[in-house]
């Protein structure tokens, strides 16, 4: 069985061993081969690159639209800003107005009140002048009366004495021009 | 000093096994008057008998051609057994060779084509490359059977199926039908008026030398592989005899390369001669590419 005699007997291009049976042995080995590993390999890793490539394209298109919308998500996003601060600027600068005008009107309304608590001090301070010079004036007039009554020794009628005496300084404030 | 001198230890593992190999060798042999450490090897093209089963014979290069299918079967057929869609290291090594493969078969044919013709184009490249590496392993030149009265192997076990004319004729046969059928296929009746041109004599002649042209890739294809498988052999039985130790090295990796490019110019011929054949004709240089 395990016998070794050698093959190249044969002379010319036999010697090289040109076999029919060999060679439909390694015409069927290679067909046999070519299919099991279209089977078993070329098949499944065939597949597997088709849907790894499908994935991976799948993937970068869904980036890039992420990417777009992002895109799109900061232009509007940087547009809300802008529009939040000229709405904050807008807000602002009419605060600022609203708050001059405030003041303003503080302002003239502090001065109108202090213009008539002015107003009412100087009336209170006519109404006390006059009260005062009525009291003095009355003092005065029975001051004037004891003094007649000691310079005369005699009795005269009060109410007699007090109209003379009014009359009296009725005329000099006349005369002196209501000092 | 023994820690001093331990990183120049493979150096001189290296310079003295060169030395070794020298003496030992068939060229030290002959300077130093020695009988040579490996006995003068004989060259056979034949493949070498096995065994025979019911009258067929069985030969060193077939059983190779056999283990070398077994091989790929297991090694692509396992890596690839459970496909997943992120791969393992024996699967990612797979889809590398078949990417490589793949991108290079449709760089010349296109998408269509290239799906069409790449089981049998990388079929022929992987059973023409892993044979020629296999063959590279120390049980093929050493395990075999002695003649009677023999004191070394007279019949190897094992032999690169390569070395064995009937494989390259057997791929190349398999290479012309590929062509021929896939440009009837492609073209139809218009792919025979390459060939049988009857408009004038000059013609006529030009689809002869075609017919011919054709017929004359099946010894091209069938005699490229053979030399080159056959001529890595004897050079490395040649520089083993010679030399003996490290300087083989430099030349099983030189066969390392030619197994691959062989088994690359085996499968980049076939696809230009497809691709010539599946093109319409006259328009090679038009359009290169397959829709």
């Known amino acids: ?179 | 000093m023994i820690r001093a001198l331990l990183p120049k230890l493979p150096i001189a593992l290296v310079a003295g096994l060169a030395v070794a190999g020298l003496a030992l060798g068939a060229i030290g042999a002959a300077l130093l008057g020695n009988e040579p450490f490996i006995r003068v090897p004989e060259v056979h093209l034949a493949p070498q008998e096995v065994f025979t089963i019911g009258g067929f014979t069985v030969t060193n290069t077939l059983l190779s051609a056999w283990l070398t299918t077994v091989v790929v079967l297991l090694i692509f057929g396992l890596g690839s057994r459970k496909a997943a869609l992120v791969p393992g290291r024996m699967q990612g090594a797979i889809e590398m060779l078949f990417e490589a493969l793949y991108g290079f078969i449709k760089g010349v044919v296109g998408e269509r084509y290239g799906r069409a013709f790449f089981p049998i184009l990388a079929t022929m490249f992987i059973f023409v490359a892993f044979n020629a590496w296999m063959a590279l392993l120390p049980i093929y030149p050493t395990v075999g059977f002695k003649a009677d009265g023999a004191d070394y192997v007279t019949t190897h076990l094992l032999r690169s199926a390569g070395t064995d004319i009937n494989l390259p004729l057997a791929l190349a046969i398999i290479s012309f039908v590929f062509v021929e059928v896939w440009g009837f296929k492609a073209q139809r009746f218009g792919y025979l008026k390459e060939f049988f041109r009857f408009r004038n004599p000059i013609d006529f002649f030009v689809g002869v030398l075609e017919i011919v042209s054709h017929l004359i890739r099946l010894v091209s294809f069938t005699f490229r592989l053979f030399g080159n498988m056959v001529a890595g052999e004897i050079i490395l039985v040649m520089i083993t005899f010679l030399l003996v130790f490290m300087a083989p090295i430099a030349f099983y990796l030189l066969e390392i390369l030619v197994g691959g490019v062989q088994a690359l110019i085996f499968m980049g011929l076939t696809l230009v001669f497809a691709f010539m054949a599946v093109a319409p004709h006259g328009a090679d240089h038009e359009e290169t590419h397959a829709p």
């Open chain 1, 1 to 179: 069985m395990f016998a070794a005699p050698l093959l190249q007997e044969a002379t010319g291009i036999g010697a090289l061993g040109v076999d029919l049976n060999s060679l439909i042995v390694y015409l069927i080995n290679f067909g046999a081969l070519a299919l099991l590993l279209y089977f078993f390999a070329y098949k499944r890793v065939m597949r597997v690159l088709d849907e790894r490539s499908t994935r991976i394209r799948e993937s970068l298109e869904q980036a890039d639209r992420v990417r777009e919308q992002s895109v799109e998500a900061q232009a509007s996003m940087q547009r809300a800003l802008n529009e939040g601060r000229e709405a904050g600027q807008a807000v602002l600068s009419e605060a600022r107005e609203a708050a001059e005008r405030y003041r303003e009107q503080q302002a003239e309304q502090a001065r109108t009140e202090a213009g008539a608590m002015l107003e009412r001090a100087r009336d209170e301070i006519r109404q006390e002048r006059d009260a005062a010079l009525e009291q003095v004036r009355a003092e005065f007039a029975g001051l004037a009366v004891t003094a007649a009554e000691r310079i005369i020794h005699r009795s005269l009628d009060a109410d007699a004495h007090r109209d003379l005496i009014d009359e009296v300084l009725a005329e000099r404030e006349s005369a002196g021009g209501g000092g």
